[in-house]
């Protein structure tokens, strides 16, 4: 079975820019999580798709957005970047309640 | 709120054993703990849920202190293959599903041959 696929996988932009980061989770998982990982905040719950629908939201701003396809498939999106947001980027899925999270390799963003 | 991990860091001879605790300040529902290796993903190790039992996998188990919000983390005999960052995800909820986690700053863990 194929794992979670990120695309792409590195990513530089300048600051003010958008961005926009793809994930493929494994074949018949519905639910996918975001997480930022940086080095000095560790890995922050960015938000959950589940069904097309958002299931669960962590505390980032509005310029911090995603969506899930009818495939599962799931995009997210940073708008106006800010050097801060130069981060790791792991996007997840699960295939039931409380079962565990596969996560892809991640998306390193890179804002300059 | 971000659960506590100690120690921040540990090395280890090969076949030493290790503690690694994750403490909330808030009553948690599950914990999770993951594995992540320099430039790789993170991957799932187990989940310890509230009312649930000690879990082991091979030489790595774990405990889960309801009372106390703590989880341990037990490594045992450890292998050069255990090296990495250890995370605790932690879930206040039981709604969010394990879907939601909040994770610690990790514990990186170096075994030397």
């Known amino acids: 079975k194929a794992g979670v696929t990120q695309t792409p996988r590195y990513l530089i932009k300048t600051r003010g820019q958008q961005v926009t980061l793809s994930c493929s989770p494994i074949s018949g998982h519905r639910s996918v999580s975001w997480y930022q990982q940086t080095p000095g905040q560790g890995l922050q719950f960015l938000f959950e798709y589940f069904s097309e629908t958002q299931r669960n939201k962590g505390n980032f701003p509005g310029r911090f957005s995603g969506r899930q396809f009818s495939n599962s498939r799931s995009e997210m999106n940073v708008s106006t970047l800010e050097l801060g947001d130069s981060a790791l980027y792991l996007c997840a899925s699960s295939s039931a309640t409380l079962a565990p999270l596969h996560f892809g390799n991640g998306t390193r963003l890179t804002v300059t | 709120q971000q659960p506590v991990q100690s120690p921040q860091a540990v090395i280890l001879r090969e076949g030493e054993d290790a503690v690694i605790n994750c403490s909330s300040s808030?009553?948690?529902?599950?914990v999770h703990w993951y594995r992540q290796k320099h430039g790789e993903a993170p991957v799932f190790l187990m989940i310890l849920l509230k009312g649930g039992e000690q879990k082991g996998h091979e030489k790595i188990s774990a405990s889960f202190n309801e009372k106390k919000q703590q989880s341990s983390l037990y490594l045992t005999a450890s292998q050069l293959s255990y090296s990495g960052t250890y995370f605790c995800g932690t879930e206040q909820r039981r709604e969010t599903s394990g879907s939601r986690l909040t994770f610690g700053e990790g514990t990186q863990l170096t075994v030397n041959p």
């Open positions: 808030k009553a948690l529902y599950s």
